[in-house]
C-alpha cells in the first residue's frame, strides 16, 4: 500500500512516516497541497494523510480537488490536523469528501487503525463533478467560515509561540547575564584563546591581576604575559601533544603591564565545539607568588629544624659526658698545678707535668667548644662595645693567621651595645680567621667589619631565616676558594670538615653557629667557589650602655687569711683535690661527700663557717637546696656553686641567675682564689 503523506512541518513528516513505514506501508512525503497534487499526477496512490493549514495549497482545498476528479476520487482521505477550532472542522472535512478526521496529538495506534479503517471503509464522496450549485455554494461557505477560523487560531498560536519565544529569549538574556556574572566574579584570571593562542577574552579578575583591558590583550598571542619565551614555547608543546579530554596544571613566570613578575598556577582546559573538536583553551590563572614564598619558608625552617636536632642530638651527647669528663680534667689540671709548685723550674719533671697541665686545658677547651657549638656551655654575659673587644683580638689574630695574609680591620662608628661572654667573640673571630686562612693560597686577606642592621617584618618575610629587630654586625670575610653550594649547605653540622685527615675537627663553624644562636642572633653566609666567602653575623642590640671589656688579672693570686670554708662534694678526687689547694691558699677547709655529712657536721653550730663551696647536682639533694638549709643556720651565709655540668642541666635549678656565685669545672688554682676572693670582699 502507497501512502501520500501531505504536511509543512518536518517533524511532522518524519513522525507520520516512520510510523507508517514500521507497519509496512510505502509513505512519500510532500509539504503542501500543489506538490501532492503533481505525485497524484505521476504516480498512483492507495490513500492520502493531510494537514490542513498549509502553504499553497491547504487540506480542505487539496481534498475537494481530489474528490473531485474522476480518476482520484477513490483514493480514501484521512485529515491528521494540529488546528482544531471545534465539531465545525470535523463536519466540513467529511462534506468535501473526507474519510476520517484525527487530531493531533494522538496515540501511533489510533492513527494506524485510523488508517486501516479506511482502507476497509472507503466511501465515494459527496460532492462530485455533477454537483449542484447549492451544494457547491453550501460547500465554499462552510470552506471559508472554517478556514477563517483555521486562521485565527493559527495566529493566535504563532502569538503565543512569539510570547513564548520573547520568554526563552528572556530567559536566555538573564542566563547570560549570570553567566557573565559569574564569569566576572571568579577570583582566578580566566583567558580564553584559539588554538594558535590568539586572546578572545578575559574576566576582571584577570584585569585587575595584569593590568591589561580585554581591548589591550584581545588579538594579541598569550606571549604577551610570559616573562619567559621558552616556558611559553614548552607549555606549546606540551598542550599540543596532551590528551584532549583532561585539564593540565602548570606553573608559569608571569608578567604584568608594569614589568612586575609573578608565579602563577595556570589551569588549562580544551575548549570544543558541539561536534567535540578542540577550537580554544581556557584558562585558570592565579597569582602563588605568596604560596611559593611560602613553600620556600616552610623548606627553609624544616633545614633549620633539621639542623637544630642534629646539634641538639650530639649536645645531650656532650652534655651527658661533660660532667665526668670535667671532673677529671679538675683532677688533673689541680694536682698538675700543686706538684709544679713545688718543683724548682729547672727540674725536668717540672717540664713534664707543664707539659699535663697544658694537655689538660686544651682538653678543657674542646670540651668547652663542644658545649659551645651545642649551645650548652655556661657563660657570663655582660654588656659590651663590640668594636672594644674585636680591637683586644686583633694582635693574636695577626699571630694566628701569619704574615702573609694581610688583616684589615673596618670598625663601624656608634655601634649599638651587646650583651655577651666576650670570651664567646674571642672564639667566633678565631674560628673564622682559621677557616679564612686555611682557605687562602699563598697571600690573600681577611677582613673584619662592624656595622649596624635594622630589619622589619616585611623584609624577613621575603628573607627566610632573618629575624625582625635591631642587630650590631660582625663581619668577616676573605678572598679564598670559596665554596660550592652543596658544601654550604653542610658547613654547620658538626664534625663535618672539608680539610684533610687530622687537620680539623669539624666542630670550628658548627661552635660559631652554636654562639650566636645561643645568644639570640643569627648568621648569614654567602660563597662562591674562587670568589671568597663572607660570614654576617647579627647579634641583638642591648639597650643598656656597654662595660669595659677587658678587666685586668691580677699578677698575683690572692691568699687566703683562715677563713673557714666548707666545701661538699659527692666526687672524692675533687674534693681531697680542692681542700687541698684551699689549705695552699690560706684557707681553712672543712670537707663533706654529701649534703647529709655537710648538715650533721654544722646542725651544732661549733664552727662558724665564712663561705659554702658545693657541687650542684649530688645524691640527697642539690646544691641549691643545702645552700638554702645552711643559710637557715647561718643567715646571709654566702655560697660558691660549682659544676661540670653543662649550662641547660644546672640552669633551672637556679644557679645561673646573675645574683649567683658560680664556677664551671674544671677550673685553675688562679680561678677559684679569684673567686672566692670576690664574694668574700662584697
Known sequence: MRILSVDDRDENRYLVEALLKGNGYEVVSVTNGAEALVQLQSAEFDMIISDILMPVMDGFQLCRTVKSADNLCHIPFIFYTATYTGPQDEALAMKIGGDKFIQKPCEPDVLVEAVRDAFSTAKDIDIAPHASPAQEEEVLKLYNERLVRKLEQK?????????????????????????????????????????NRTILDCNQAFVDLFGYSLDEVAGKNTFTIYEKKEEFVQLGTVLANHDYGTNHVYTIHFKKKNGVVFSGEVNHFFLKNDEGVVTGFISLIRDITERVRAEKLQKNLESQLYQAQKIESVGRLAGGVAHDYNN?????????????????????????????????????????????????????PVVVDLNEVVEGMLKMLHRLIGEEVDLAWLPGSNLWPVKLDPSQIDQILANLCVNARDAIEGVGRITIETGKAAFDKDYCTDHPGFIPGEYVLLTISDNGCGMDRDTMAMIFDPFFTTKAVGQGTGLGLSTVYGIVKQNNGFIYTYSEPGK???????????????????????????????????????????????????????????TAESPGKALSLVKDRTVEID?????????????????????????????????????????HRGILDDDVNFIQKPFSTRELATKIHGILAE
Not at 347 to 376: N, Y
Not at 632 to 646: A, E, H, V, W
Open 532 to 590: 671568597g666567602t663572607t660570614f654576617r653575623i647579627y647579634l641583638t642590640r642591648h639597650t643598656s650602655p656597654a662595660l669595659d671589656a677587658f678587666m685586668e688579672t691580677p699578677t698575683d693570686i690572692p691568699k687566703g687569711r683562715g677563713e673557714i670554708i666548707l666545701i661538699v662534694e659527692d666526687e672524692v678526687s675533687i674534693l681531697s683535690l680542692a681542700k687541698r689547694i684551699l689549705q695552699n691558699l690560706g684557707f681553712n677547709p672543712i
Open 611 to 651: 663561705l659554702l663551696i658545693t657541687d650542684v647536682v649530688m645524691p640527697e639533694m642539690n646544691g641549691k637546696e643545702l645552700s638554702l638549709q645552711l643559710c637557715q643556720i647561718y643567715p646571709g651565709l654566702k655560697t660558691l656553686f660549682m659544676s661540670g655540668y653543662p649550662a641547660n642541666v644546672i640552669a
Open 155 to 195: 495566529m493566535l498560536q504563532l502569538q503565543k509561540e512569539v510570547r513564548s519565544r520573547k520568554h526563552t529569549e528572556e530567559i536566555l538574556r538573564q542566563s547570560e547575564k549570570k553567566y557573565r556574572s559569574l564569569y566576572s566574579s571568579i577570583r582566578d584570571a580566566i583567558l580564553v584563546s584559539d588554538m
Open 328 to 380: 677529671m680534667l679538675s683532677v688533673i689540671v689541680g694536682y698538675s698545678e700543686l706538684a709544679l709548685e713545688k718543683l724548682n723550674p729547672t727540674d725536668k719533671l717540672h717540664g713534664d707535668l707543664l707539659e699535663i697541665r697544658k694537655a689538660a686545658v686544651r682538653s678543657t677547651d674542646i670540651t668547652r667548644q663542644l658545649l659551645a657549638f651545642a649551645r650548652k656551655q655556661t657563660i657570663t
